[in-house]
């Protein structure tokens, strides 16, 4: 596999590709990568492939129509370990691929920013104007901490892009590819960068089609964001705009933190991307089935590990403190994960669970709202309702001792349980 890709979508852009292809060569060789450019356009664009050939680019004919079209069309031919994309009208210099290329150990989706400090678009003021407006609308509706999610200069690793399953057909396609990026738990980081006016032609960009196509990607988007597919569900609900919301998370912190001082070290059992990782003590360990949650977990730098609650990969009594939060009622009451939890905890060690309680009128009240204001949210995921009093003699007929318990708003419940130090009977289990 070469080093780089860079893929540039052409519609009679033969002009300013005998500009750029030199001096894109020139970059890309000053820093001794293997590399290709591929230019995309279409089967009766003669002119441009003819350019791009004679400047020794590889030519790819878009099969799909619009820029998204070109874009996957490009990206599907790329043969680099990494991947740029960029305009071919000159507004994006070819030698600020070397400051991509720098910076790519970074983030695993690099965005060549007009709007971050030190970056900079030089653009008709009314064109401006629009592109503010429409980043700051989807930066801020969508609660993303990029702030050019429209520019299409980006450097990319090679397996972000989930080349089959983008619904975009124009230039939204950019805005659903760094969302779908994100939602998947890679890092995105912008680089600042000057944007140029074009030097020949037009921009093919039509104003109220381009602003349909936000619009639709907009509300397919928001959905995506405020799933449980989203790797940083749990995480943004610390932040979140919804009062409610983010009381309950900063209170569930606040309460599963006190409970887990001064027990060492951590077993976090469906740690999802939830910041109680990030306050885990040296040691600990944060284990989940989702890979991408778990990819958005390693800004905490913990011990991260994929497995399932129902069979831990880890041997009898190897942590003296077990968390296990907002899982156990997602899972069947016969799935063999209280065992596999009560098993892996050291005897005498403290057992933190946190779950919903179902004997509540508040909990029942507040799911429902919940499901309305939160569609796809963890609510409607809920299939074992458990209450204090069972869990309570559950584990008390392990020999289990309740040493305390909080609720917040009456409706979520968390235990701290102790394990005796000693195995129970075994007409206990």
């Not at 951590?266 to 910041?275: F, N």
Request: hydrophobic share 40%; aromatic share 10%.
């Amino acid at each position: 596999m070469i080093d780089l890709s860079v893929v540039i979508p052409a519609l009679d852009e033969a002009a300013n590709l005998r500009k750029l292809l030199p001096d894109l060569r020139a970059a890309l060789e000053g820093i001794g990568l293997t590399f290709e450019i591929l230019v995309v356009t279409t089967s009766s664009d003669d002119e441009t492939a003819r350019a791009a050939t004679e400047l020794g680019a590889r030519v790819v004919r878009q099969a799909q129509p619009g820029y998204a079209g070109a874009l996957m069309a490009g990206i599907t031919e790329a043969r680099g370990s990494k991947v740029v994309t960029m305009d071919a009208d000159l507004s994006h210099p070819a030698d600020f691929i070397i400051s991509l290329w720098v910076h790519r150990g970074t983030a695993d989706m690099l965005v060549a920013s007009r709007y971050v400090d030190g970056g900079r678009a030089d653009m008709p003021m009314t064109r401006y104007i629009l592109s503010r407006a429409l980043n700051r609308v989807f930066s801020r509706g969508l609660a993303l901490p990029v702030r050019d999610m429209s520019s299409g200069f980006r450097l990319y690793d090679r397996k972000v892009l989930l080349v089959d399953d983008y619904c975009s057909r124009d230039f939204d396609i950019l805005q659903e590819i760094l969302v779908r990026c994100y939602a998947e738990g890679w890092r995105v980081a912008e680089v600042p960068f000057e944007y140029r006016p074009r030097r020949h032609g037009k921009s093919h960009a039509r104003v109220i089609a381009f602003g349909l196509a936000y619009a639709r990607t907009f509300w397919k988007l928001w959905r995506l964001r405020n799933s449980i597919l989203c790797a940083d569900y749990d995480a943004r609900a610390y932040d979140s705009i919804i009062p409610l919301q983010r009381y309950w998370q900063r209170s569930r912190f606040r309460h599963v933190s006190d409970f887990l001082a001064g027990c060492g070290p951590v077993l976090d059992v469906g740690c999802g991307s939830s910041r109680i990782i990030g306050s885990l003590p040296p040691g600990s360990v944060a284990l989940d089935l989702s890979q991408q949650k778990l990819r958005y977990a390693r800004r905490y730098s913990r011990w991260l590990v994929r497995g399932s609650g129902f069979a831990l990969p880890f041997t009898d009594g190897s942590f003296p403190c077990l968390l296990c939060s907002q899982v156990i009622e997602h899972v069947p009451k016969d799935s063999g994960m209280l065992e596999e939890l009560d098993r892996v905890l050291a005897p005498g060690g403290r057992l933190v669970l946190g779950t919903p309680d179902y004997d509540n009128w508040e909990w029942r009240l507040i799911e429902r709202a919940y499901r309305w204001v939160m569609p796809g949210g963890y609510a409607d995921e809920h299939i074992a309702h458990y209450t204090f009093k069972e869990l309570v003699e559950l584990f008390q007929g392990r020999g289990y001792r309740l040493e305390d318990n909080r609720y917040i708003l009456n409706a979520e419940l968390i235990l701290a349980l102790r394990k005796p130090a000693s195995a129970a009977p075994a007409d206990s289990h």
